[in-house]
């Protein structure tokens, strides 16, 4: 599936059966939209149309076992997380939004019958959803959160304020992260049209334009008992959710790497300069073998990682490292593109730019690149630098 001159060490070669299968599956589908990518990001618009149809294709799972549905191994969802973000990363952080995060919390924290009442018609994107942890003074730290949910009989009452929470604004539920009484964090499934619920979408982005996120504002929401999640009960579940997407952010930061180097290469080998090929000249040569060479150390950091992660003995340490490495790389593969396709390098047409420019969300969300890498150091030196 990847061309020799991308997986130079044939790193996913072997790849075959339904896996082979499913990532075929999701370049289909970005074949399918790779024509509307650019206007939407560029007039900042959700193409919700575009995500309905990687739900009907299946792809919008994160590997969740779904009844009726196809099974999805570990390794074919990571390999339609590189495939979408390869195409768009606003589509794929969609989908790590919807999948990876509001799914995957009630997958995962969830009761049976908040499963097989939200999961099936989430992964048809019938109920869009929000996993609402950020907030205006929490990012990094978000184990601080300050949102409440006070019982008050067989309601909770919410109040506080998230921001930059995809779907948060434009979904139907946000699974919302909040104190409770005894001071652990638990986590609520609210509707988002819930009296108290207030969502504005957030203006002025200059990366990942092609999903909304929102500023969340909650004035005594009420929600009943039935849709606390009851296996979610401390910070410590909530990090179990936030380890899958943190690698997924590296398989994505892979991904847009990838079509980087796929276009500098291609442009490289038509642009005509000086009267020839740009690709003659040394400089350019030297280039895309470097680029080469950080694409494929990515490619192998994601091999490894899902060694781990399919043996059960991904540490959250493991994860961190995977993506501080993987975004860093995907950082200076862009840029070298953008620089090399020259003045054309800041048309969307080309992607370079869109990539250069959304490369800069992933750099940051899902725990930024100075957090992920103080986890690693903590881990190394067993003592704390922010905690």
């Not at 739900?55 to 990571?78: E, T």
């Not at 959710?241 to 442009?267: F, P």
Request: glycine share 8%.
């Amino acid at each position: 599936m990847l061309d020799p001159k991308i997986d130079f060490y044939g790193v996913f070669s072997d790849v075959s059966g339904d896996d082979l299968e499913w990532w075929q599956a999701a370049r289909d589908y970005c074949d399918s939209i790779r024509g509307h990518v650019n206007e939407a990001w560029e007039n900042a618009e959700y193409n919700i149309p575009a995500v309905e149809d990687a739900a009907r294709r299946g792809l919008v799972r994160d590997g969740i076992d779904i009844a009726g549905m196809k099974p999805m191994s570990v390794r074919a969802n990571r390999l339609i997380a590189l495939e979408l973000a390869r195409c768009d990363a606003s589509t794929a952080t969609a989908v790590i939004v919807q999948a990876g995060l509001a799914m995957q919390a009630i997958n995962m924290c969830g009761s049976e019958a908040q499963k097989e009442k939200f999961l099936d018609p989430m992964s048809r994107m019938e109920v869009r959803g929000a996993f609402a942890l950020t907030e205006p003074d929490h990012g990094s730290d978000s184990i601080g959160l300050e949102t409440s949910a006070l019982r008050d009989g067989d309601e909770w009452v919410i109040n506080g304020e998230k921001k930059w929470i995809g779907h948060g604004s434009v979904g139907h539920i946000a699974v919302v992260w909040a104190r409770m009484n005894n001071g652990e964090v638990g986590a609520f499934i609210v509707d988002q049209d819930t009296p108290g619920y207030h969502a504005e979408t957030i203006t002025g982005k200059a990366s990942l334009r092609g999903i909304p996120q929102a500023h969340i504002r909650f004035d005594n929401v009420r929600v009943h008992e039935s849709r606390r999640l009851p296996h979610a009960n401390s910070f410590r579940d909530t990090a179990a959710v936030l380890g899958g997407t943190r690698v997924g952010v590296a398989w994505t930061a892979t991904g847009m790497a990838i079509n980087c180097y796929e276009t500098a290469l291609e442009y490289a080998s038509e642009r005509i300069q000086f009267g020839r090929p740009l690709i003659k000249n040394q400089i350019i040569q030297q280039r895309l073998a470097d680029m080469l060479s950080d694409v494929t150390s990515m490619l192998l950091h994601c091999r490894h990682v899902l060694d781990l992660e399919q043996s059960g003995t991904l540490s959250e340490k493991q994860a961190a490292l995977a993506k501080v490495f993987c975004t860093r790389k995907a950082r200076s593969v862009a840029a070298q593109a953008r620089d090399m396709l020259g003045g054309v390098g800041i048309l969307l047409e080309n992607n370079a730019m869109r990539h250069f420019a959304d490369i800069e969300s992933l750099h940051t969300y899902e725990g930024t690149d100075t957090i992920q890498s103080l986890i690693v150091g903590k881990t190394i030196t067993n003592v704390s630098a922010y905690r």
